[in-house]
């Protein structure tokens, strides 16, 4: 059976010792890399110097990096992308937002080679600066998020999820404005512009998307 585990290139980097004379810090060797971006789908070495990748080609001598693994028969690729999880944990039940069903964004990720995850809208503008706080700011998973529609996000009550009052950006604009969610989200008004939507058209899309 060929083994189909896959190596992360951000997962796997080696700081280098002082006055160690070597080339690289880290080689992978051997390994078929599949580079999207760069259009290759092949056997490669791939060597790591300061936290970045420093070489991909062929034929690499072991001896010019400070430590080598032998990556034959495995799959080397750039830290993978999943555009949709909810990672808003905490203990409300049947909720994402601070809720049971979602998950610490550490948990699943890196050691399955996923370096950056998408929360698909957990978190609303009112609870957006704990989610931020709490739980992006503290992940080594690269967290970006999607904010809710809805004030709330996924409070797993309809009552709450359900609620257009909770929808309305006058709403928002009059109750708060926290920096975290003003910086880091596209408001109403610009995508309106945006769609080309008339100006004082009612609309109840509050922000999308994109938490950094």
């Known amino acids: 059976m060929i083994r189909c585990t896959v190596f992360c290139w951000l997962g796997l980097m080696v700081a280098a010792t002082a006055g160690a004379q070597t080339d690289y810090d880290f080689l992978l060797k051997g ?25 991909v080609t062929t034929n690499i001598a072991a001896a010019r990096a400070l430590k080598t693994i032998d990556a034959t028969g495995f799959y080397v690729t750039p ?7 909810h990672v808003y944990h905490g203990e409300i039940p049947n909720g994402y937002a601070k809720g049971d069903r979602s998950f610490n964004p550490d948990g699943f990720t890196l050691r ?29 998973t690269r967290v970006t998020a999607f904010l809710n529609i809805v004030g709330h ?23 708060a ?16 512009r945006l769609a080309g939507v008339p100006a004082g058209t009612a609309n109840r899309l509050l922000f999308w998307p994109g938490a950094q």
């Open 153 to 175: 996000g996924m409070a797993g009550r309809p009552t709450l999820e359900q609620d257009l009052a909770d929808m309305e950006v006058l709403e928002y604009n009059r109750t």
């Open 31 to 55: 390994g078929h890399v599949i580079d999207g971006k760069n259009g290759i789908s092949a056997v490669r070495d791939v060597a790591i110097k300061d936290g970045r990748i420093a070489a």
């Open 112 to 140: 399955s080679c996923v370096t950056t995850v998408t929360d698909a809208g957990s978190a609303g503008w009112r609870n957006f600066d704990d989610f931020k706080s709490r739980i992006i700011d503290n992940a080594k």
């Open 79 to 85: 830290g993978l992308f999943d555009m949709h999880v």
């Open 177 to 192: 404005s926290p920096a975290s969610v003003r910086n880091a989200i596209i408001n109403a008004a610009s995508l309106n």
